[in-house]
């Protein structure tokens, strides 16, 4: 009985609050289902705000029950009231006033990807869209690959060396939104390659354009498909030869298990994304909207007829191992809640991932 107090005693107090961002897709939503999955021997709470049902299915699939509110002004009496040992806030940017409507009743608030005036006041923020080049970030602003945060399901998936498909298959899956519909205009592209492709289209429930063209173009070729369901690319990773997608969270998923990727940047914000870039087995081609034929053209055929090349893609993404990163983030995260941290150790622990 005493072991069981004192166990209880030892258990933390950790909130999550998390809202839907347009430019940042369901990721977010994802990233908090999968921590408070990680954390559930602590006391977890976790506060929403979003305008779509499909945020709120990341939770309810991983039977998390989150508390849904409608404006920020609403979480000051239920922080109050729980006494956090920890917030961790994630999606939307935030907003200087908020954090400091919460700092009275929480020992350390937390960030993820926070580019707004918040991220300046909060103790610390962790980047896994972090940039090559920046402006000058305080100390407290920590960028690297240890901030993504592997969902469970990709985690679950196991590599297997595969045989190229014959037609190679291609997969185009531009998450978040896509707002210049990047996929209408990579299909279009790709239509001109005067060689056999089998082509898969992932469309998310985020996508904001009609899906008519896509579909003339699609039934006027062969092995040319739409795939509209939860998980597509999931599903597809193993048997994809070529993915061309977003410079958001998506090339992380893509790397975690390994497939030869070309990168197209939906924003000038994801223009500055390090993540997807040669060094760590991507073919980054800039802004997506000013991208020319021959440009999207060169990058399929150089993967496709230098295996080499694709090989060596595939062995530097495997040997980030993203799948170590949820270990790692519940690390910190479990210290930041018990006081166990300065920026020196913080600092120190990130560059050892």
């Given amino acids: 009985m005493q072991n069981e107090i004192q166990t209880g005693q030892m258990k933390k107090k950790i909130v999550f609050i998390v809202e839907d961002c347009i430019n940042k897709g369901l990721y977010p939503f994802e990233r908090v289902a999968t921590l408070a999955q990680l954390l559930m021997n602590e006391e977890i709470f976790i506060f929403v705000k979003t305008h779509t049902n499909d945020h709120l299915a990341v939770f309810m699939q991983d039977k998390l029950s989150p508390i ?6 609403e979480l000051p009496k239920h922080i109050k009231k729980i006494q956090p040992d920890l917030i961790i806030r994630d999606g939307h940017n935030s907003e200087s006033w908020q954090v400091e409507l919460l700092r009275p009743f929480c020992q350390t608030i937390v960030h993820f990807d926070d580019f707004g005036d918040g991220g300046q006041v909060c103790d610390y923020v962790l980047l896994a869209l972090h940039q090559e080049v920046t402006e000058y970030l305080p100390a407290h602003y920590m960028g690297g690959n240890f901030a993504f945060a592997l969902p469970t399901a990709y985690q679950q998936l196991t590599y297997e060396e595969k045989t190229n ?13 896509d707002e210049h519909n990047l996929t209408y205009r990579t299909l279009r592209h790709l239509t001109q390659l005067q060689i056999p492709l089998q082509i898969t289209l992932v469309i998310d429930d985020q996508y904001q354009h009609a899906i008519d063209d896509l579909q003339i173009m699609v039934l006027s070729r062969r092995h040319t498909a739409i795939v509209r369901k939860p ?3 999931l599903t597809l990773l193993p048997k994809a030869d070529i993915i061309i997608c977003n410079a958001n969270y998506t090339p992380y998923k ?7 990727c070309i990168t197209l940047a ?14 760590n087995g991507f073919i980054h081609l800039g802004l997506g909207r000013k991208m020319k034929q021959s440009q999207i053209q060169n990058a399929v055929m150089e993967l496709l007829l230098h295996e080499a090349r694709s090989e060596r893609a595939i ?6 191992q993203l799948a170590s990163n949820n270990e790692a983030l519940v690390e910190m995260l479990l210290d930041f809640a018990n006081g166990r941290h300065n920026i020196a150790s913080i600092s120190s622990f990130c560059d050892t991932i």
């Fill in 254 to 260: 893509i790397a975690s298990y390994g497939v030869p």
């Fill in 266 to 279: 939906q924003t000038e914000a994801e223009l500055l994304h390090a993540f997807p870039r040669e060094h």
């Fill in 315 to 320: 062995k530097k993404q495997r040997q980030l």
């Fill in 231 to 233: 998980n597509a690319l």
């Fill in 165 to 177: 498909e014959n037609p190679p298959h291609i997969v185009v899956a531009f998450e978040d939104g």
């Fill in 68 to 73: 849904i509110f409608d404006h920020f002004d």
